[in-house]
C-alpha cells in the first residue's frame, strides 16, 4: 500500500521547465550562432563578389589587348604591296578629319598624347579627329589612330574569302591587279558573287581606318553610372561610327619605340613624340587602366597605379583596379633614318 502512494506521488507530479536564466542564455547562444552564420554567408558571397568583377575585370582586358595588339601589329599594312606612293586617297563621304583621311596611307599610325579636354582631339601630326564627341572622351588619355587594309583578301584568286557578309551596302577596298596600279574602290561585297569579277589577276581588300579612345561612359551604363570604356570609330561604308568595344577600361596609355640609326630597333622610349618621330616608330608599348564594373562593398582603393611613363595616385573610392601592359613590334613601320 505504501508502494501504490509513492507510485501515484510521483505520477503526479509536474514537468519541470527552463528558468529565466537558462531561456535567456538560449536566446543569446542562438543569436551568437546566427549571427556567425549571417557573417560566414556575407563574407563567401562578398568574396565570390570580389572574384567575379576580378574576373570579369582580367578578362576585359585581355581582350582589349588582343585587340590593340593586333591592329598595332597590322598598322601600315596594305594587301602586301611594300610602297603606297602613287596611290591617290579618295574621299568617303563623311570623314573623321580631312576629306580624304580615312584612304589616305601617309600617317597610318598617329595618335593623341594625354587629351586635355574641351576641343577637337589633335594628333602629333596635327590631324584634328572632328569625328569623335568631345565632350565623350576622358581627359588625360591617348588616342590611337590606325590605317591598314584587311589582312586576308575579300576577294583573290577569283574566290570569295571564307566567311564573307554578302551585304548589299557600299564599302571600300583596295583593288590590286597585275596590268593596273593599285586603287581604292568602292563597291559591295555582293558583287564579288558577280562571275564578271571572277578574275584570277584582281584582288580585293577591305579598307580599315579607325581611331580607338577612352569614352567616360558605356552604352550599358544606367541610374547614372558612369563606367569608362574602350570605344572606336571605324570606317564602315562611306562614313564614321562609333562603336564601344570593352567597358571598364579606364585609361589608355602608349609608348612608341624611335629607331634612330635605321637597324630596326627602338634606342629610345617617348610617350609623346613628335610627329616626324612617329615616322620611326618600330615598337609600342600598350598600358591599360582597368577598373570593375561595380562598387565592392567596404572596399577603398588607396593604390597608386603606373602606366609607363605615367603614375596615376590613389582614387580613394570603392573599385577594383588593375594594370595590364604589352610590347607590340611594328612589322609594317620599318624604315631607315634620313
Same mark, same amino acid.
Given at each position: 500500500m505504501s508502494f501504490a502512494r509513492n507510485k501515484r506521488k510521483l505520477g503526479s507530479a509536474p514537468g519541470r521547465g527552463f528558468s529565466l536564466v537558462e531561456l535567456m542564455v538560449s536566446m543569446l547562444l542562438a543569436a551568437i550562432l546566427s549571427a556567425g552564420f549571417i557573417s560566414t554567408y556575407l563574407? #563567401?558571397?562578398?568574396?565570390?563578389?570580389?572574384?567575379?568583377? @576580378?574576373?570579369? @575585370?582580367? +578578362?576585359?582586358?585581355?581582350?582589349?589587348?588582343?585587340?590593340? *595588339?593586333?591592329?598595332?601589329?597590322?598598322?601600315?599594312?596594305?594587301?602586301g604591296v611594300p610602297s603606297m606612293e602613287g596611290v591617290v586617297p579618295l574621299s568617303v563621304g563623311t570623314d573623321c578629319s580631312h576629306q580624304d583621311w580615312a584612304l589616305d596611307p601617309h600617317n597610318a599610325l598617329d595618335y593623341v598624347n594625354d587629351y586635355p579636354g574641351n576641343s577637337v582631339p #589633335? !594628333?602629333?601630326?596635327?590631324?584634328?579627329? /572632328?569625328?569623335? &564627341? *568631345? /565632350?565623350?572622351?576622358?581627359?588625360? $588619355? &591617348?588616342?590611337?589612330?590606325?590605317?591598314?587594309?584587311?589582312? +586576308?583578301?575579300?576577294f583573290g584568286s577569283g574566290l570569295v574569302a571564307d566567311g564573307l557578309?554578302? !551585304? $548589299?551596302? &557600299?564599302? %571600300?577596298?583596295?583593288?590590286?591587279? *597585275?596590268?593596273?596600279?593599285?586603287? %581604292? +574602290?568602292?563597291?559591295?561585297?555582293?558583287?564579288?558573287?558577280?562571275?564578271?569579277?571572277?578574275?584570277? *589577276? #584582281?584582288?580585293? %581588300?577591305?579598307?580599315?581606318?579607325? #581611331?580607338?579612345?577612352?569614352?567616360?561612359?558605356?552604352?550599358? &551604363?544606367t541610374q547614372g553610372h558612369s563606367t569608362p570604356a574602350l570605344c572606336m570609330e571605324t570606317l564602315a561604308g562611306d562614313k564614321m561610327t562609333s562603336r564601344c568595344l570593352v567597358e571598364g577600361v579606364e585609361d589608355l596609355q602608349f609608348e612608341f619605340g624611335i629607331d634612330t640609326d635605321a637597324d630596326g630597333v627602338p634606342n629610345q622610349y617617348k610617350s609623346a613624340p613628335t610627329g616626324a618621330e612617329m615616322e620611326y616608330a618600330v615598337m609600342a608599348k600598350i598600358h591599360i587602366l582597368l577598373r570593375s564594373l561595380s562598387m565592392i562593398p567596404g572596399y577603398e582603393d588607396k593604390k597608386s597605379y603606373t602606366l609607363g611613363q605615367k603614375t596615376l595616385p590613389a582614387r580613394h573610392d570603392p573599385y577594383l583596379r588593375r594594370v595590364m601592359s604589352s610590347s607590340i613590334r611594328l612589322r609594317n613601320r620599318i624604315k631607315p633614318l634620313s
Open positions: 563574407g #563567401v558571397k562578398r568574396n565570390a563578389f570580389y572574384d567575379e568583377q @576580378m574576373a570579369r @575585370m582580367q +578578362e576585359n582586358g585581355r581582350y582589349a589587348m588582343r585587340l590593340l *595588339s593586333r591592329e598595332l601589329t597590322m598598322v601600315g599594312f596594305y594587301a #589633335v !594628333s602629333q601630326n596635327a590631324t584634328a579627329f /572632328t569625328c569623335l &564627341d *568631345s /565632350t565623350a572622351i576622358q581627359i588625360n $588619355t &591617348d588616342l590611337l589612330a590606325v590605317k591598314r587594309t584587311a589582312g +586576308e583578301a575579300s557578309i554578302k !551585304s $548589299t551596302a &557600299d564599302g %571600300w577596298y583596295f583593288r590590286l591587279a *597585275s596590268s593596273r596600279s593599285p586603287i %581604292w +574602290e568602292k563597291l559591295r561585297s555582293i558583287d564579288f558573287l558577280n562571275r564578271a569579277r571572277a578574275v584570277p *589577276s #584582281v584582288s580585293y %581588300w577591305k579598307a580599315v581606318a579607325r #581611331v580607338f579612345y577612352v569614352r567616360r561612359y558605356s552604352e550599358s &551604363d
